[in-house]
């Protein structure tokens, strides 16, 4: 297998000749293998948008490679790491600071991180312009003292390392389940009773930007990698819409574990979409002006990393989750 990269006046950015090894691999796969710093999403992206081609032509990401076979690239693949830009943004609130953790109030709207470089507007960005110490602590370089992350559309408490000591005692204490992290979610139908979900999740079968839950009837490939998530709940207040059969439930959700869309999936399966949450097929609430899902992390708790001692840091609901729950009706 060789690979040339050309001038960058060129279409091409990228030609990749397959090798007897790779021969019969997908071309997925392939591009995966053979191109450093190439991620399967990104992948995916470059076939479905027609940025691929196998000896002149377009192809599937499932078609076979042949040996000899040419696959060309028209469109640079960015570094799966990079460093982030410093960009301040004023809408990010610090709900707690001191020499070894800061805790962020992400905005709805905001990514945790980027995933280009030419990505500025994430909460990443403000870490690395407000404290340039976390820059290179943490998971990865464009994640600068990120313990954790939330979904782009969810509101709410972030913790942020400013020194890999400190990164390592909050890494640690998310393995032993010391982090609790607690949620305000709007749901779907009357919740009466608090409850506990421990379906494992995995990543849907069929569309990759949603999460499935392990259920009995759910059937999985051979050597298919779950996770274990355990979502507790318990039902605040009962609300009405418009109609009297639009009804709505306030919980709090509270976990240890953290896997993308958790509260989301899990509040899905048991028949209690979130509130906005199309992608989960949740109820739309656009008539009270909300555009995302009704998601915000508003406490967290965790073993303060230079003390040991407990440290608890809470966030009120943001303006437009206030404004939907007060066009609503509340169930006595």
């Not at 507007?121 to 003292?145: D, H, K, M, Q, S």
């Not at 009704?294 to 943001?318: D, I, K, M």
């Amino acid at each position: 297998m060789t690979t040339s990269v050309s001038a960058p006046t060129s279409e091409v950015f990228h030609s990749v000749s397959v090798d007897r090894a790779h021969a019969g691999a997908r071309l997925d796969r392939f591009l995966v293998d053979a191109v450093a710093d190439l991620s399967r999403a990104r992948v995916r992206s470059l076939i479905e948008a027609g940025l691929v081609r196998v000896d002149g032509r377009r192809a599937r990401k499932g078609d076979a490679v042949v040996e000899g076979a040419v696959v060309e690239l028209l469109s640079e693949p960015p570094p799966r790491d990079f460093a982030v830009e410093p960009v301040d943004h004023a809408s990010v609130v610090v709900r707690h600071e001191d020499p070894h953790v800061v805790v962020f109030d992400k905005p709805a709207g905001m990514p945790t991180h980027p995933l280009r470089p030419d990505e500025t507007a994430t909460l990443a960005n403000v870490v690395a312009f407000r404290y340039p110490e976390a820059r290179g602590v943490g998971f990865a370089l464009r994640e600068p003292g990120l313990t954790h992350r939330l979904d782009t559309d969810t509101s709410g408490l972030v913790i942020v390392a400013r020194s890999a000591e400190a990164f390592e005692s909050l890494r640690e204490a998310h393995r032993a389940g010391h982090v609790i992290k607690r949620y305000q979610a709007l749901v779907e139908g009357l919740v009466s009773a608090e409850g506990r979900v421990d379906y494992p999740l995995v990543r849907h079968r069929k569309d990759p930007k949603r999460v499935e839950a392990v259920t009995p009837h759910v059937r999985l490939r051979a050597g298919t990698r779950t996770t274990e998530a355990h979502t507790r709940y318990r039902p605040v207040r009962a609300y009405r819409g418009e109609a009297d059969t639009d009804l709505f439930t306030l919980v709090e959700a509270e976990l240890t574990s953290g896997f993308r869309h958790q509260v989301r999936v899990h509040m899905a399966t048991l028949g209690h979409p979130l509130a906005g949450d199309t992608l989960y097929r949740g109820p739309s609430l656009e008539t009270a002006g909300l555009s995302r899902h009704f998601l915000h992390a508003f406490e967290v708790q965790f073993p303060h990393p230079s003390s040991g001692n407990p440290l608890v840091v809470r966030c009120e609901l943001p303006a437009d989750l206030e404004h939907a729950l007060a066009t609503l009706t509340v169930v006595p």
